[in-house]
């Protein structure tokens, strides 16, 4: 269950930050 929701989460963070073409570091910072 954990799996699963951390991979939806990670795919949903590596296309945000390819959409926004912002870094990693960036989307982490409030």
Do not use: D, E, I, Y
Not at 5 to 26: D, E, G, I
Request: glycine share 0%; aromatic share 0%.
């Amino acid at each position: 269950m954990a799996s699963a929701a951390r991979t939806k989460c990670n795919a949903s963070t590596a296309r945000r930050a390819m959409t926004r073409k912002t870094p990693l570091a960036a989307k982490m910072t409030p």
